[in-house]
């Protein structure tokens, strides 16, 4: 499945961009140690957030490709979800376990995304910049993991 050439250009400065609460929160976190808890709350809460919308990612993939068999229909549907509800049960944690988990959550995105990816025979680009905003995300969350430790 070919993506929409025009949307590389907005799709990287807008991902880009979704860095910003990860990288301004973890200095924060590392930086101000009275807001340490509430900094790391709000990173939990972004976080959790990001996940939910790339695992609607594969809705959007599965529901436009005609080609997928119905197995891989309902590995991508039903792998949709899973981002949701395993980062709404990181939210119900104490801090630091909730950032560990979404910690995990992010590369474990990363992989079913790179399967999709291979499945509809997406362009390059698109995993480039998933790959890249992956790293810094879990990054992020891993040292403000560590700080909370």
Not at 69 to 78: E, F, I, K, S
Request: aromatic share 8%.
């Amino acid at each position: 499945m070919t993506l929409n050439v025009a949307a590389r250009h907005p799709a990287r400065l807008l991902g880009l961009a979704g860095l910003i609460p990860f990288v301004g929160l973890t200095v924060a976190i590392h930086a101000l140690d009275a807001q340490r808890a509430s900094l790391a709350q709000a990173q939990l809460a972004y976080g959790a957030t990001i996940v939910s919308f790339i695992g609607a990612l594969h809705w959007g993939l599965a529901m436009r490709d005609a080609g997928l068999d119905a197995t891989a229909q309902w590995r991508a549907l039903g792998w949709g979800v899973m981002p949701s509800l395993v980062a709404w049960c990181a939210l119900l944690l104490p801090l630091p376990t909730g950032l560990w988990v979404l910690a995990a959550l992010v590369p474990a995105c990363w992989w079913m995304d790179a399967r999709l990816s291979r499945a509809l025979s997406l362009e390059p680009w698109f995993m480039q910049l998933r790959t890249l905003l992956s790293a810094i995300v879990t990054i992020c969350l891993l040292l403000s993991a560590l700080a909370m430790a």
